[in-house]
């Protein structure tokens, strides 16, 4: 079973810096990793699959990397409505699964 | 615009079964992978498991022995079923649109959500 751990739990930043969120997969998940926003009360939303292309509608300050077992999600300058929590998901093969992240909050400073 | 509306109880009694339906709008069923994924409150998520329009449906290994999915076509519909449920399975559950044509099977639709809680 591979296990995603997201870090940091929490990440304290002010509107226009920079967000650097990093998830890491207990062993290769090649590039089928996706990242999701999830804001209080409601669904999670798609922002990054196959760990660099940008869903549809997504804001470019919104980035993915790596590729393995080490990920990266990039929030070039933070804007209000991007504080939430942050997931990443990976899929596996076998046994055909999907798996989550436990999540990094990202919270207003 | 895809749409996907969760329905069913949303309390449901322990050592009961937990049965959730999926109706999705403005696209076709026969398509993609259909997931079931829940979150318990303050908590992350759990994929639960998915199914494809063929019946093909793969689970959980950890809920494995007490999930069953089901698809019915004619009505744009999909299902879960959660027998013998405990306080440990109250959340909110989603319904969920995955592309598996996409190397990480992202998720693209979810539903609202449904929370269901599990009391006696």
């Known amino acids: 079973e591979i296990v995603l751990t997201q870090s940091p739990a929490t990440l304290s930043l002010s509107p226009g810096e920079r967000a650097t969120l990093s998830c890491r997969a207990s062993?290769?998940?090649?590039?089928?990793l996706a990242w999701y926003q999830q804001k209080p009360g409601q669904a999670p939303r798609l922002l990054i699959y196959?760990?660099?292309r940008r869903a549809t509608g997504i804001p470019a300050r919104f980035s993915g990397s790596g590729s393995g077992t080490d990920f990266t999600l990039t929030i070039t300058s933070l804007e209000s409505e991007d504080f939430a929590v942050y997931y990443c998901?990976?899929?596996?093969?076998?046994?055909?699964?999907?798996?989550f992240g436990g999540g990094t909050n990202v919270e207003i400073k | 615009q895809v749409q996907l509306q969760e329905s069913g109880p949303g309390l449901v009694k322990p050592s009961e079964t937990l049965s959730l339906t999926c109706t999705v709008s403005?696209?076709?069923?026969?398509?993609?992978?259909w997931s079931w994924i829940r979150q318990p409150p303050g908590m992350g998520l759990e994929w639960i498991g998915s199914?494809?329009?063929?019946?093909?449906?793969n689970y959980n290994p950890s809920l494995k022995s007490r999930v069953t999915m089901a698809v019915d076509t004619s009505k744009n519909q999909f299902s879960l079923n959660l027998t013998s449920v405990t306080a440990a399975d109250t959340a909110m559950y989603y319904c969920?649109?995955?592309?598996?044509?996409?190397?990480?099977?992202?998720?693209?639709?979810w539903g609202q959500g449904t929370l269901v809680t599990v009391s006696s």
């Open positions: 969920t649109r995955g592309r598996v044509e996409y190397g990480s099977s992202p998720i693209d639709y």
């Open positions: 403005g696209g076709s069923i026969t398509t993609y992978s």
């Open positions: 199914i494809f329009y063929s019946g093909n449906a």
């Open positions: 062993q290769s998940v090649s590039s089928y």
């Open positions: 196959d760990a660099s």
């Open positions: 998901q990976q899929r596996s093969n076998w046994p055909p699964r999907l798996t």
